[in-house]
């Protein structure tokens, strides 16, 4: 069975940090093109950080705040936020598919998903 499940969220002041963990089960997802994507209420779900089709890619509206690292040899990839703003809060979702990705923002193109991780910043 393939899974991927999300962990790390929760509540942090603006200007914290927290790291979110996507671990991956079922097959070795180290050669798969992988994203995170987050969604808050009453907006469509957006990209936010990625490995595709060869290219590291960030959402101008996390980038130099957030880092991501892709699948390891354990399976687990990690999404590092810091200086988190109240706009960043939304639920938290890594993706990933087994064929290269042609557009990294679809998110139909997105195969496997985890069930999503909360992330709130209060102000």
């Known amino acids: 069975q393939v899974e991927l499940v999300e962990s790390g969220g929760g509540l942090v002041q603006a200007g914290g940090s927290l790291r979110l963990s996507c671990a991956a089960s079922?097959?070795?997802?180290?050669?798969?093109?992988m994203a995170w994507f987050r969604q808050a209420p009453g907006k469509e779900r957006e990209f936010v950080c990625g490995w595709t089709s060869g290219y590291t890619r960030y959402a101008t509206s996390v980038k130099g705040r957030f880092t991501f690292s892709s699948f390891n040899m354990q399976n687990t990839a990690y999404l590092q936020m810091a200086s988190l703003k109240p706009e960043d809060t939304a639920v938290y979702y890594c993706a990933s598919s087994p064929r290269p990705i042609k557009t990294y923002s679809s998110i139909a193109e997105y195969v496997y998903w985890g069930q999503g991780t909360q992330v709130t910043v209060s102000s």
């Open positions: 079922g097959r070795t997802f180290s050669t798969y093109d």
